[in-house]
């Protein structure tokens, strides 16, 4: 169980690019990395692309005036003539900035946590995973679902045969609240992921489903794509030829079908993100609606739901366990789950500890290069026609 003790030497020095005032997702990464005081230490930002702004927020999270820089180029050039300078940036800025910064900060010498998707192309995602080998350094993907207990409990029974052969995977991640075009037109956070240029070809499925993505790899990671068929529809108009809601079929090596739903028009539903595993003998499934729950379904038995930190549970979902099982964990615990593995990762690749790291279950840049090449196979389907391809 987790309780905020130290897990590496000393807290990372570590900065952020993007995720100001207006983001909607800086205070996630800032709450996931100093949830535990003792694996990071925020010393410098470029919060903004409204420089004044941006330097404002930094002074009033406490941050050193002279360390909340105009921009990212600044903050890379400026921390590199210090003694005590970044060691880690979070990235949490628009799609289309991430390639740039991510090579900029390597290239630095810096070590990199990314928001997803992580690229444009799984061709940049091969470039920067080169990049980051060749440095010695981490490139982590901020997956942010990925580190809720009950999912290690997923992947062990699995792994395990305790539900039998895998023979369906139920991913689902949707919501409603672009159910008209309203946000479109006057959330600047909303602007940029319908604008092909700033997101990229995907909307839903690159801002969404790679989440779920993720965690089917992560629960299922001997489980590969062979095929699959992808339809996508723009129900408002004027985000074509992006998609804001999409249905993808899969077909896996070994037989086992899957299937997505990702979309944020299911009109009056919220955050809705679940993974059912059904195999020969019993189902999991899981959702993060009720993140502490696990429910375990065995044909001809009664139905079991397994709970959060309670000691029947396997050790790797006591491991990340930070509450205790009478108290509700929720997606700030999973942010800081995710973060903490970061900042374990990038300690021991700074020890040159590489047992430590072949060991470590995080969402590096291997993933982000899968939930990359997830997108493009989906985009090359849906824009045949929706049409069976094989998955490159």
């Known amino acids: 169980m987790l309780n905020g003790e130290r897990q590496i030497p000393r807290p990372l020095r570590w900065a952020m690019i993007g995720g100001g005032r207006l983001s909607q997702v800086g205070y996630k990464h800032r709450s996931g990395a100093l949830r535990d005081n003792t694996a990071y230490q925020m010393v410098a930002s470029a919060f903004d692309i409204?420089?004044?702004?941006?330097?404002?927020?930094?002074?009033?999270?406490?941050?050193?005036?002279?360390?909340?820089?105009?921009?990212?180029?600044?903050?890379?050039?400026e921390e590199a003539k210090r003694e005590d300078g970044v060691e880690v940036v979070s990235i949490a800025t628009p799609n289309g900035t991430h390639y740039e910064i991510t090579r900029a900060a390597l290239n630095a010498g810096i070590?990199?946590?990314?928001?997803?998707?992580?690229?444009?192309?799984?061709?940049?995602?091969?470039?920067?995973?080169?990049l980051a080998e060749k440095k010695g350094l981490i490139v982590g993907v901020t997956y942010g679902f990925s580190g809720h207990p009950l999912l290690m409990q997923m992947r062990a029974m699995i792994a395990k045969g305790d539900i039998g052969e895998v023979r369906m995977v139920e991913l689902q991640y949707t919501h409603g609240f672009n159910a008209n075009d309203s946000a479109d037109k006057f959330?600047?956070?909303?602007?940029?992921?319908?604008?092909?240029?700033?997101?990229?070809?995907?909307?839903?499925?690159?801002?969404?489903?790679?989440?779920?993505?993720?965690?089917?790899?992560?629960?299922?990671?001997?489980?590969?794509?062979?095929?699959?068929?992808?339809?996508?529809?723009?129900?408002?108009?004027?985000?074509?030829?992006?998609?804001?809601?999409?249905?993808v079929l899969m077909h896996y090596a070994g037989g086992a079908v899957g299937r997505m739903w990702a979309s944020s028009i299911n009109a009056g539903a919220m955050d809705s993100q679940c993974i059912r595993v059904i195999?020969?003998?019993?189902?999991?499934?899981?959702?993060?609606?009720?993140?502490?729950?696990?429910?375990?379904?065995?044909q001809g038995q009664p139905n079991q739901v397994m709970h959060h930190g309670m000691p029947y549970l396997?050790?790797?979902?006591?491991?990340?366990?930070?509450?205790?099982?009478?108290?509700?964990?929720?997606?700030?615990?999973?942010?800081?789950?995710?973060?903490?593995?970061?900042?374990?990762?990038?300690?021991?690749?700074?020890?040159?500890?590489?047992?430590?790291?072949?060991?470590?279950?995080?969402?590096?840049?291997?993933?982000?290069?899968?939930?990359?090449?997830?997108?493009?196979?989906?985009?090359?389907?849906?824009?045949?026609?929706?049409?069976?391809?094989?998955?490159?």
């Open 50 to 77: 409204d420089a004044e702004r941006g330097r404002d927020f930094g002074v009033n999270l406490g941050i050193a005036p002279e360390r909340c820089y105009d921009n990212y180029r600044q903050l890379l050039a």
């Open 111 to 130: 070590h990199v946590i990314c928001e997803k998707p992580l690229f444009f192309t799984s061709a940049e995602a091969q470039q920067i995973k080169a």
């Open 187 to 247: 959330s600047d956070a909303q602007k940029w992921r319908v604008d092909p240029q700033v997101a990229g070809p995907t909307f839903v499925l690159g801002d969404i489903s790679t989440h779920t993505f993720y965690i089917s790899q992560l629960v299922l990671p001997e489980l590969q794509i062979e095929s699959l068929l992808c339809d996508r529809q723009s129900f408002i108009p004027s985000r074509a030829p992006l998609e804001d809601n999409a249905m």
């Open 279 to 298: 195999g020969s003998l019993a189902s999991l499934e899981w959702s993060d609606a009720n993140p502490g729950e696990l429910k375990y379904q065995v």
């Open 314 to 392: 396997d050790a790797s979902a006591l491991a990340d366990e930070r509450l205790g099982a009478l108290h509700t964990e929720g997606l700030a615990e999973s942010w800081a789950n995710i973060y903490l593995k970061f900042a374990i990762a990038i300690s021991a690749s700074q020890r040159g500890d590489k047992a430590r790291l072949s060991n470590l279950i995080y969402p590096d840049i291997n993933a982000g290069l899968e939930g990359v090449r997830w997108l493009e196979n989906c985009v090359r389907s849906a824009d045949s026609g929706s049409t069976w391809v094989n998955y490159q």
